[in-house]
């Protein structure tokens, strides 16, 4: 998880507290099985940088645990909508990923100037985008300048911006989740 996703829910918690929404709220809400997501995050975090001896297995270990967070994002869109948008935007990066052959394809001209050793090979989760790239309009080929982090922070595919604004749409949800389930309550 890059920065530019914190920024995301971090701006939707806050339009939430402007428009009415507290932060205890975030307490209230009912997540099923926290640790899951968090060790399906942390194992995609490794698995975007494996280690040397780890590469050969890198897609597979992506994939699954890719697998288990849509799976606990979608458990979960029912108390909050916008983790649909979540797991939409997931589902996306990973249908690039798994055609691509389990690395996300960096377009070529931002490849050059951020990361130019993709023309080598493979780096962490990513590759060079080329001719044979499939699905290449899903690939991170957008190109925003907020943060430096890394140089792969730099560029963004259409299925991050749905994550993030995912992210937005929840952290805002979630500053309000006690006035929507009082509402849904007094309709039933």
Known sequence: MNLDFIAAGIIGVAAGLVWGGRLGDLGRIPWRWPLLLV????????????PPHLDAIFPGIFVASSLVFIAWII????????????ALGTGLNLTVIVVNGGHMPLEHAIAQTTAPEL??????????????T???WLDDWLRISWFDNTPLDLAFSPGDVVIAVGLAAVG???TRYASRSSKAATRT
């Open 39 to 50: 060790l399906a995050l942390a194992v995609r975090t490794v698995a975007q940088n494996p």
């Open 75 to 86: 458990w979960h869109a029912g108390i909050l909508n916008g983790f649909w948008l979540i």
């Open 119 to 132: 023309a080598h090979g493979p780096l962490g989760g990513y590759i060079e985008a080329g001719p044979a």
């Open 134 to 136: 499939m699905l290449a």
């Open 172 to 174: 805002f949800e979630a």
